[in-house]
């Protein structure tokens, strides 16, 4: 359990299409690197999708520009093609392919069906190959569709290893709606785990029940040790109705150096990224050690 673990931060992609409000691009530049200097080498900072569907990550290109000397790893989404296009020509090295493991998400979130979506993804995956592109690949509804209700496991198994086969590094697991209980997440990554070697798998868990650190703890039980997590607790997908943020780095880098596993992430620094933020958007963080470390703050001070 000791093992070092990876965690991607989702905060300026994830974390900031779903906000009412507008955030600009030199905000969400400062945010990122307010992120990197805390240590997060490894940053989701944009989306190259339709803006008519998520405006929020319009000007996707601007933000990458804005950052590609801060000595991080920088990733993006990209549906298709076109998107591939546009996240190249900003300068992308690692770009993300995202399938859903439902049709109904599927059809809701990217406008096709799973299998329509692999064909899209496969010349993304050919270019990138031949441009050293590294692609990673996401899966969503994991453990449950706000559409159509519950998922099996081997739905989940077969549609990683499609990805996995068509060349993607790593499959992020996603449980969008955050629905999942330990044991059913546990159920999923061994079935999953069976073709695909755990240390090529990532967890992806939104919060919307609380069961978001449970599961990864059990995650990390069968050996995963790849970890999205976004700064505050930020984030949702519009397409996931009632769906809350990604699990909290603050949250994940509390449990795991509790554990004695290194993160290499300076909580203050992070903290002082997640208030920057929060400040931009005119709420408190939803992360719980983000909430009581400003409490703790506030106190001493008073
Ligand atoms: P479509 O309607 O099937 O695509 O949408 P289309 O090829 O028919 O094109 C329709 C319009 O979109 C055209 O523009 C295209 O040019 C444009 P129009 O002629 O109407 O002006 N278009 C694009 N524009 C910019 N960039 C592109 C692009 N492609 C087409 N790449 C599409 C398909 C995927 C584009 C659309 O449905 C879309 O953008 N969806 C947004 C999906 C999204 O970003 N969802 C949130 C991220 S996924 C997520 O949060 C889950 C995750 O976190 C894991 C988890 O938690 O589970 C990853
Ligand atoms: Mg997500």
């Known amino acids: 359990m000791s093992d070092p673990v990876r965690i991607i931060e989702m905060g300026p992609r994830d974390g900031l299409q779903n906000e009412e409000t507008a955030v600009s691009v030199e905000a969400r530049i400062a945010f990122i690197e307010a992120l990197v200097a805390a240590g997060l080498d490894t940053v989701e900072v944009g989306a190259f999708v339709s803006p008519k569907a998520i405006p929020q990550m319009a000007s996707s290109d601007a933000v990458l520009r804005g950052v590609a000397q801060k000595g991080a790893e920088f990733h993006v989404l990209v549906p298709n093609e076109k998107g591939y296009d546009a996240a190249r020509a900003a300068g992308a090295k690692v770009v993300s392919v995202f399938a859903a493991a439902s049709e109904g998400f599927s059809r809701a979130n990217i406008n096709c069906t799973i299998a329509e979506s692999i064909e899209r993804f496969k010349p993304v995956l050919a270019r990138a190959r031949e441009d050293g592109v590294k692609v990673r690949g996401y899966i969503s509804c994991v453990l449950g569709c706000p559409f159509d209700g519950e998922i099996k496991p081997k739905a989940v198994a077969d549609l990683a290893s499609t990805l996995f086969d068509l060349g993607c590094y790593e499959i992020s697991l996603g449980d969008t709606i955050g629905v999942g209980t330990p044991a059913r997440a546990k159920e999923m990554l061994r079935a999953v785990a069976a073709n695909i070697p755990a240390a090529r798998l990532a967890m992806h868990f939104h919060d919307t029940y609380g069961q978001a650190l449970a599961n990864l703890y059990a995650g990390l039980e069968e050996g995963v040790r790849v970890i999205d997590a976004a700064a505050g607790g930020l984030g949702g997908c519009p397409y996931a109705p009632g769906a809350t ?36 958007l005119g709420k408190p963080p939803v992360s719980r050690v983000a909430s009581a470390l400003n409490a703790k703050k506030k106190r001493a001070v008073s």
């Open 245 to 280: 943020g990604n699990v909290a780095t603050e949250d994940v880098v509390y449990m795991l150096e509790g554990m004695g596993v290194r993160t290499g992430v300076d909580m203050e620094k992070l903290l002082a990224a997640t208030n920057a933020m929060s400040g931009v």
